[in-house]
């Protein structure tokens, strides 16, 4: 397995108190690379004739890297380390995300109009005609973020609490990308049925309902359920959104090799949530040869106790991963690190591509294979090809709640799907860029408008 790149989420802040003669810094830093960190910002704190006092920023590649990082500067001679922070855990403290005030509260007359008693008359409005809380209330633009924290990130089942961090880094997101007010609902249960209950009770605040973290197949259960029995839009992101953007990227990938979703042969490895999600969207948007693999390997027909989500992809065919991959021309992994080698690689068809999704270490690490494979794409943003929901669920989102549709749709996922991979213009499609940057500003704004018009077409708008 090749080491992992030194990225931000594994970075450390040194402050370090360095004597004020030249060439001190010098070891400090070659230290620092003698242990493959890698340097981010030095900055100046304090200065007298005999000290400096310095904030030196670092991104390891794991946690013992980050201590094999501060153990080599601290063997530097005349080097004091004052303190090391972790700039992950640091930017967490007291959580991510607050909750203000659309208006100001300085004089009296706006109390009387914002709450009692200017506000009855609001209420009463909203009794008179329900659909009124659109139009009064956060209702319009507010979206809940649901967990039972069972299947955080590729972690496992962490709870509930464990599980706040994502949910708040997710409402940033919201946010910061579409504009979208979300807060993190953590349930403390992972019966279905109360899940259900309880989401069904939270639903008059929410416009929408964005569930997360939720292992399959209990997920499948629960976004069915809340699809028949509530009136705002369902999605469940490690389903929905992570097909989204796989497609996209997809159709830029098969534009690069010449080839058509109709004509290749995909293996899907991962049967959770996400691969099948992946799956049924790959079979709307025309692909008609799918492998789906799980821990078993192939999923056939011959298996016995299949769930109905497996049961829809299994095949008469029998075998192992490295079997499915022979001849396949798209490998999708969303699955576990390093279940692929080189060797199945190079036994797929001419200029495969190969997306390596699995968090934070992927299926197969793309230096063995850039010269091997077409298009290489990962979960990861320090590699080329991030596949990264971000792209997807906020403008998702922004056009469901804009055309106040009463669901999201295939159909809508199709055109979300085909909106983001247009922003790549045939003059920068290349292997390193099949999907625009997280950062593109377009992305929401593409993604919005292509959710609403297929909304609006398929009469499911009520705006």
Do not use: W
């Amino acid at each position: 397995m090749v080491a992992l790149t030194p990225n931000p989420s594994y970075s450390v802040t040194l402050r370090l108190r360095i004597p004020n003669q030249a060439g001190t810094l010098a070891q400090v830093t070659q230290a620092i690379a003698k242990v493959g960190g890698s340097l981010g910002n030095i900055e100046l704190i304090e200065r007298d004739l005999k000290f400096l006092l310095r904030d030196i920023t670092v991104d390891a590649s794991s946690d013992k890297h980050a201590d094999e990082i501060v153990e080599a500067v601290k063997a530097v001679e005349n080097i004091e380390v004052v303190d090391v922070a972790d700039r992950t855990f640091a930017i967490h403290r007291g959580g991510k995300i607050t909750v203000e005030s659309r208006i100001p509260l300085t004089v009296q007359s706006d109390l009387a109009m914002a709450y009692t008693p200017g506000v009855g008359r609001v209420c009463k409005a909203i009794a008179e005609s329900p659909e009124r809380v659109f139009d009064l209330t956060v209702k319009s633009n507010m979206v809940a973020i649901v967990t039972d924290g069972s299947a955080v990130l590729g972690l496992g089942n962490l709870g509930a609490e464990a599980s706040m961090p994502v949910m708040e880094g997710k409402a940033m997101l919201f946010k910061e990308f579409a504009g979208i007010n979300a807060f993190p609902i953590c349930l403390d249960t992972q019966d279905v049925d109360e899940i259900v209950k309880t989401v069904k009770y939270l639903a008059p605040v929410f416009g929408g309902v964005n569930l997360e973290d939720i292992a399959a197949p209990r997920c499948f259960e629960i976004e069915k359920r809340l699809k028949a029995e509530t009136d705002i839009p369902i999605f469940h992101d490690d389903q929905h959104g992570t097909a989204i953007v796989s497609l996209a990227a997809l159709f830029n990938a098969i534009k690069l090799v010449k080839k058509t979703l109709k004509d290749v042969r995909v293996v899907i490895n991962g049967a959770g949530a996400a691969g099948i999600a992946i799956a049924k969207l790959l079979r709307q948007a025309g692909v008609t040869d799918i492998l789906m693999c799980d821990s078993r390997g192939i999923i056939s027909t011959k298996r016995e106790n299949l769930t109905p989500e497996k049961a829809t992809f299994a095949v008469e065919t029998e075998g192992n991963l490295a079997d499915a991959m022979k001849g396949a021309d798209i490998f999708l992994g969303v699955s576990a690190p390093g279940v692929v080698s080189v060797e199945m690689v190079e036994s797929m068809a001419d200029d495969p591509i190969v997306f390596a999704m699995a968090n934070p270490i992927p299926e197969i690490q793309p230096e063995l294979i850039f010269d091997k494979a077409a298009v290489v794409a990962t979960g990861r943003s320090d590699y080329p090809n991030q596949i990264n929901n971000v792209l997807a669920f906020p403008g998702v989102f922004r056009g469901a709640l804009d055309c106040r549709a009463s669901s999201i749709t295939t159909n809508m996922c199709l055109q979300a799907a085909q909106a983001i991979a247009s922003l790549v213009s045939t003059a920068q499609l290349d292997k390193e860029h099949i999907i625009p940057s997280v950062f593109d500003e377009r992305v929401a704004t593409a993604v919005s408008a292509a959710v609403g018009q297929a909304a609006r077409q398929e009469g499911i708008a009520r705006s």
